[in-house]
């Protein structure tokens, strides 16, 4: 079983491990909205970029994140990954979810990428 901040590399541990995974998000995502180099100043701006961004990465499967976190594990030979070895992974895997959204929106032409009831 997955203890606090590490990820079980054999699937086990769902929801701790989903909890792991959100806290690394919440982490990232605050950084970037704090951010000085962003000039987004305007609250309402910041507001709907924070929802933009739960809506479309955590609203997702996340199979790119689980990819790179099972991929490590693999590459690793363990079963369970140290705090920082989760922390490290899942922020290349937030960001592949981050950076691969535009491409998936241009290439199938998307007005809208996920289509579900929320009030976003």
Known sequence: MATAGA?????????????????????????????????VTHESAIQWIDRMMDYNVLGGKCNRLLSVIDTYNILKGADVISQEETFLACTLGWCMEWVLLLPDGFIFKLVCRMVRNSSI
Do not use: C
């Open 7 to 39: 990820v079980d590399g054999k699937g086990t541990g769902g929801t701790d491990k989903m909890a792991a995974l959100k806290e690394i998000y919440n982490k990232l995502k605050a950084e970037v909205l704090e951010d000085h180099a962003i000039e």
